[in-house]
């Protein structure tokens, strides 16, 4: 049974960083692309950001690009998310997302995946 599981929610201060984690099971991690998704009350589910099977490239949505990174440790089945400089509207439920097919080209078209985690609370106020 393939597993998703977020950590590393919470709340910061506006400019503060924090880093999520995502920890994959079920699954031969390493041939998946992989994303973050995040969803603000009311909302739809935004792109955050992607990354490839083996790390080399990364997409990622305008609204935090040079804020945020991702990466991932393909032998632990990990995937990361540091984001730095945080905002209140990076406020929401951040999740982890796999590709639906493997060796997927990856992106940030949502319909690209099918894999989801249960999600990570994030909130960034004063």
């Known amino acids: 049974q393939v597993q998703l599981v977020e950590s590393g929610g919470g709340l910061v201060q506006p400019g503060g960083s924090l880093r999520l984690s995502c920890t994959a099971s079920g699954l031969t991690f390493s041939i998946y692309a992989m994303a973050w998704f995040r969803q603000a009350p009311g909302k739809e589910r935004d792109f955050v950001a992607a990354i490839h099977l083996n790390g080399a490239i990364k997409w990622y949505g305008d609204p935090v690009k040079g804020r945020f990174n991702i990466s991932r440790d393909n032998r632990n089945n990990m995937m990361y998310l540091q984001m730095n400089g945080l905002k209140s509207e990076d406020t929401g439920v951040y999740y982890c997302?796999?590709?639906?097919?493997?060796?997927?080209?990856?992106?940030?078209?949502?319909?690209?995946?099918?894999?989801w985690g249960q999600g990570t609370q994030v909130t960034v106020s004063s």
């Open positions: 997302a796999g590709e639906s097919r493997p060796y997927g080209h990856g992106g940030g078209d949502i319909t690209r995946y099918d894999l």
